[in-house]
């Protein structure tokens, strides 16, 4: 799903421009003490860390081929969908449908971003990401199951196995999960959150030490990762029951690197970001949700209708707060010729005055809105992008950056980048928390677009590397950095970088500056 990374540009704006006035005042705090590893869990949870991470390395291939036979079976609706929608317009004249494309071509009407109230995101929340499901998703159990007992799995969005389940080919859940899990949203039920937290860690410390299937020794490892994911997903909503995002924002990248199939886990993941305002990265993942929630099969519009609302609010968060630049969409049909795009570049100067050092709109066009889109409409309506910025310099680096052509992951390898630049100045916790994201982002990857067979290898490397970090299980060169620098992020980071040592020097100096006199002032009196 190309139109997946659209707010990919969003995002590297927004990182740049707020880079731009706060990263300075971050980057010269005093270094976080360093710890021997990356964790924000427990000791007794390094093993099962450890050993769901190896598994999510191996998932890269077998992801793919899911995520190629769901595309493949919503491709096939699609078609039966418009071959019945080609046969109910034939008589229809093709006229319309040429007057359409011109009237788009035409419009300058930009897309309004009416405003959502904090009680509708609210009402999304309580109940997409507060609820207390009992069912436990399975990323692989499709291929468990015989080719009749799969199309019914389909058609069934959660597999009950805490409950008895239906079929005889699910796995059972070891007892002593069991009761520890049904513990625990007890708790949460109550609203003992503290206490629910507490119960849902001792669970993953009994994945930890194999009870996590009745029997263990025949469990598949994938089975053992969704259960995991289901638990670590539950800790993210029990945390931000507490209003603690920033505890669950780890726990919330791990669900989705168990399992980024379940649309659920990307919405919470939207929700801890929100609660950390970081909008643009909320937008995203909210996006994601919504995506995945159709390609798994999901059917309740009211659902998706509430998945899209709450990604429209956090589109529209993103833009409001941010003070160094602005946007405008306008919907297209076709490629925008240049006289088109002045005539763009004229109507946001004229609805955001104060942008207007430098205007370029985005030639790319691979925008979505949930306003409009409709993935089943494939290609869903698209969108030019037209940006304005208080900055003239940040708009010529964003315009140059945009124009150019990425390798593949840019955007993640930009993060594990920066990742490493973290570790050079001892910032281990905030470390972990991206390349935890970075890893999610690469559990998912396979599910939103097409994937190389060179693309697949890069791929397990990326992670594979990512998990070594993490574990300090390796002091070898990562992928990562053997790859030439994309984008403009990294020149910017080490630029923070050489700032924060230049700093570091200059106070260092003026401490010696002031010792001196204090000594000469002494030797005098």
């Not at 007892?175 to 959150?193: F, N």
């Not at 570790?423 to 905030?430: F, H, S």
Request: net charge positive.
């Amino acid at each position: 799903m190309e139109s997946a990374s659209s707010t990919g540009l969003g995002g590297i704006t927004s990182k740049v421009c707020q880079n731009e006035t706060s990263s300075q005042a971050n980057v010269i705090k005093e270094p976080a003490r360093a710890t021997n590893t990356l964790n924000d869990i427990p000791e007794a949870l390094q093993e099962v860390k450890k050993h769901l991470g190896d598994i999510a390395v191996e998932n890269v291939v077998e992801r793919i081929k899911m995520a190629k036979n769901g595309k493949e079976k919503q491709s096939n609706d699609l078609d039966r969908a418009g071959f019945k929608r080609k046969l109910e317009s034939e008589e229809k004249p093709a006229v319309k449908k040429e007057a359409r494309m011109l009237e788009l071509d035409n419009q300058l009407a930009t897309v309004p971003l009416p405003h959502i109230p904090l009680k509708s995101l609210m009402d999304v929340e309580i109940k997409l990401v507060y609820i207390d499901e009992e069912d436990i998703t399975y990323e692989f159990i499709g291929s468990m199951a015989s080719t009749s007992t799969q199309s019914m799995c389909r058609d069934v969005e959660i597999v009950d196995s805490l409950s008895a389940p239906n079929f005889s080919f699910l796995p059972q859940i070891d007892k002593w999960l069991q009761v520890a899990l049904k513990d625990a949203s007890t708790c949460y039920r109550q609203k003992k959150y503290a206490v629910a937290a507490g119960q849902f860690r001792t669970a993953l410390e009994l994945c930890s030490k194999g009870a996590a299937l009745g029997k263990p020794f025949n469990a598949s490892p994938q089975d053992i990762s969704s259960i995991a994911s289901f638990i670590e997903t539950k800790l993210v909503t029990c945390y931000l029951r507490m209003r603690k995002p920033d505890l669950a924002l780890n726990h919330s990248h791990r669900s989705i690197i168990l399992n980024p199939a379940y649309f659920r886990n990307h919405l919470r993941q939207a929700a801890v970001f929100r609660w950390l305002e970081r909008y643009s990265e909320a937008a995203r993942s909210a996006m994601t949700a919504d995506y995945m929630y159709w390609l798994s099969g999901g059917s309740e519009q009211h659902i998706s209708k509430l998945i899209k609302l709450y990604w429209q609010a956090m589109i529209e968060e993103a833009i409001i707060r941010e003070e160094s630049f602005s946007v405008m969409y306008t919907p297209f049909a076709t490629k925008a010729k240049a006289d088109k795009i002045d005539k763009m570049k004229d109507a946001f100067a004229k609805k955001h005055p104060d942008y207007v050092e430098y205007i370029y709109t985005d030639p790319h066009g691979l925008h979505v809105l949930p306003q409009t889109v409709d993935w089943a409409a494939f290609p869903p309506q698209q969108f030019l992008l037209t940006l304005g910025f208080k900055n003239k310099e940040v708009g010529k680096l964003l315009e140059k950056v945009s124009s150019k052509k990425l390798p593949s992951f840019s955007g993640v390898i930009e993060k594990l980048q920066y990742a490493s630049l973290l570790c050079r100045l001892q910032r281990v916790k905030e470390q972990s928390q991206v390349i935890n994201q970075a890893m999610a982002e690469l559990a998912t990857i396979p599910y939103l677009q097409d994937i190389s067979q060179q693309d697949a290898e890069l791929l397990q490397s990326l992670m594979a590397d990512a998990m070594d970090t993490l574990e300090g299980r390796s002091d070898k060169e990562r992928v990562w950095n053997k790859i030439q620098k994309v984008g403009i992020i990294e020149d910017f980071l080490y630029q923070l970088e050489d700032s924060f040592l230049k700093t570091k020097k200059l106070r260092t100096a003026r401490r010696q500056k002031m010792k001196m006199k204090r000594l000469q002032s002494v030797q005098q009196h």
